[in-house]
């Protein structure tokens, strides 16, 4: 049982090599290595978040698109876009910068309106601590739309076929190939920096 375990571990492993001008002991080559695999997960965190992206938030602007709702007028409820039970994109919706500066509420009032309203509540705290601060707060009542300036660039962002699970496991496998091939070229590579060395 230990040997594949110790085959596997091999392929992570740094070659031992000495050099005449530079020290490259077994702590430097273990940072290193560490170094080489971190920055390896952090990529495949990256295309992992990126898939995220696609089918969580990316849900509610394909569902608006597909829909047309690029006007106040024909902006869509969560339920009428088919995400009421979708509670990570509404999740989303709610935090996620990206959404929001492409994402609309058609019941949002303008700048001018929210300047006026504030100073309203100010002045009056009962009906400030009536109202809600965001009309996203209840789903039924949000209508949600993307305007046509920005549909373009909607789709993409959130285009599903633009990245899916076969992408993200093809691109795993390449990001863990390229950081098996530098750890076993690195004494390689480092020994001609060496030669170099005068």
């Known amino acids: 049982m230990r040997q594949p375990l110790l085959s596997l571990a091999s392929f992570f492993s740094i070659e031992a090599r000495d050099y005449i001008n530079f020290t490259f002991d077994d702590a430097t080559r273990e940072m290193t290595r560490n170094v080489i695999l971190g920055v390896c997960i952090v990529m495949i965190l990256v295309s992992l978040y990126a898939l995220y992206q696609k089918h969580v938030p990316g849900a509610i602007v394909r569902a608006i ?11 869509k409820t969560a339920e009428e876009l088919g995400l009421q039970k979708n509670v990570l994109a509404l999740f ?11 994402i609309r509420l058609a019941n949002q009032e303008s700048d001018t309106d929210i300047e006026n309203d504030t100073d309203q509540k100010t ?27 920005l549909k373009y660039r909607a789709d993409n962002l959130f285009n599903k076929k633009a990245n899916n699970l076969v992408g993200l496991l093809i691109s795993t496998a390449l990001i863990l190939l390229f950081g098996i091939a530098l750890i076993k070229l690195l004494p390689w590579i480092l020994s001609l920096v060496d030669k170099m060395i005068k």
């Open 65 to 75: 698109l597909k829909a047309e709702a690029h006007t106040k007028e024909t902006a």
């Open 92 to 102: 989303e919706l709610k935090t996620n910068l990206s959404l929001k500066k492409l």
């Open 123 to 149: 002045a009056d705290p009962v009906s400030a601590a009536s109202e809600p601060d965001h009309p996203n707060e209840g789903e039924e009542l949000a209508r949600f739309y993307i305007p046509e300036e």
